[in-house]
């Protein structure tokens, strides 16, 4: 029987992690059979002896509480991402369990601040301080630098501008040809798009400035988080802000020196971090301005198929619409190309056949709704 003040919830919860330490044992024996570098096979072998006794002490917790287990078999999902490695060299499977270990840490840090005191909690400080360390030691193997449980990334001035031109765009082009499937009097199309234009606007701008200031809150959150680590596990903190300096080119006693003297003032050591680690700086924007740009961005591609309206009259009107919205279509998906990696060409091309298959359903669904009225 399992222990009257231990919920099935938490059971549930301790069987994942002793599930997710068997899957990252189990793949790190994956990557270092697919490493051909000796010096990183040996440090996956490694690892995956740390996620074995990891194992042990989830299956010793649930022992403890009534739940007799083995060793798990790999779950599906493990045994996939083996396939993948195995296929695909060990870098696709390298980037997805620095991934993991970065979860692992998050979850582990949140199941200590809500267990009470324990052999739980501290196994869950234990495999936290011990996950941030692989997760180090992972980075390092990849070239990449920063703690993958915290995320704070960030739109930007151009995102803002670009996606909220696309929404007013692709949304009024959309309403505009619906109207004109309609048949409607000219004047009824420029209304229709100049009301939806103003919708779109204040939708997308109060979004934006709800989006901001969420985000804000974000990097309160990872604040707090990153001050809570400092508190619970300040070598690896240290170690880590060591690695940052020497990433600068400083030599490494000094680096090292220089992290020591910066975590025996925990103030100063969360202001180095958040600077140096989490890239969260001074803020250049509020969530007003956001909110404001992202809006005006709407509007400007929202006025886009309307505009013809207001200088030609009958099908020269329509016709020009429909050809400057879709051009716009390409060059926004042009420029969305920035942000996503794809080609020019193809996200063009891409937006291009979104706004035809819009403007096309918009006419239809006019058309159906005008003959049903009448």
């Known amino acids: 029987m399992a222990s009257p003040t231990v919920s099935n919830d938490a059971l549930a919860l301790w069987e994942h992690h002793l599930q997710d330490e068997a899957d990252a044992a189990f793949l790190y024996r994956v990557l270092a059979q697919a490493e051909p570098t000796p010096k990183r096979r040996e440090i996956y072998l490694r690892l995956a002896e740390v996620e074995d006794r990891h194992t042990g002490i989830w299956r010793k917790v649930l022992a403890e509480h009534g739940r007799e287990t083995g060793v798990p078999s790999p779950s599906l999902r493990a045994r996939l991402m083996a396939w993948t490695a195995r296929r695909f060299g060990p870098s696709i499977l390298l980037g997805l369990l620095l991934k993991e270990e970065g979860q692992e840490v998050k979850g582990y840090l949140d199941l200590y601040k809500e267990t009470d005191p324990g052999a739980v909690k501290d196994a869950a400080l234990t495999l936290a301080r011990e996950s941030a360390q692989h997760a180090e030691t992972l980075s390092g193997i990849a070239g990449t630098s920063g703690e993958p449980w915290h995320r704070t990334e960030s739109g930007g001035f151009l995102r803002n501008v670009v996606y909220g031109f696309n929404d007013g765009l692709t949304a009024n082009f959309g309403l505009v040809a619906g109207v004109i499937g309609a048949s409607v009097a000219a004047h009824i199309v420029v209304v229709t798009g ?62 090292q020196r220089m992290a020591r003297d910066v975590m025996a003032n925990p103030e100063r050591a ?53 050809a400057i919205a879709m051009l ?38 006019g058309d159906l709704v005008a003959k049903w009225l009448t």
């Open 328 to 365: 716009s279509h390409f060059a926004v998906g042009a420029a969305r190309s920035v942000f996503t990696g794809r080609g020019v060409i193809r996200s063009g091309m891409d937006m291009f056949v979104v706004g035809l298959g819009v403007a096309g359903v918009g006419y239809v669904v």
């Open 194 to 255: 100049v009301a939806g234009m103003i919708a779109d606007a204040l939708s997308m701008g109060s979004s934006g400035y709800l989006a901001a200031k969420s985000e804000r809150e974000v990097y309160a959150h990872e604040i707090d988080m990153e001050r809570e680590e400092i508190r619970m596990m300040p070598e690896v903190e240290r170690d880590e802000l060591a690695l940052l300096y020497e990433a600068k080119g400083i030599e490494r006693e000094q680096a």
């Open 270 to 322: 969360l202001d180095e971090k958040v600077r140096e680690e989490l890239k969260i700086g001074e803020a250049h924007t509020t969530p007003l301005k956001e909110g404001w740009i992202t809006g005006s961005a709407t509007a400007v591609g929202a006025l886009i198929p309307v505009a013809p309206f207001f200088l030609f009259e009958s099908q020269a009107a329509i016709w020009t619409s429909f």
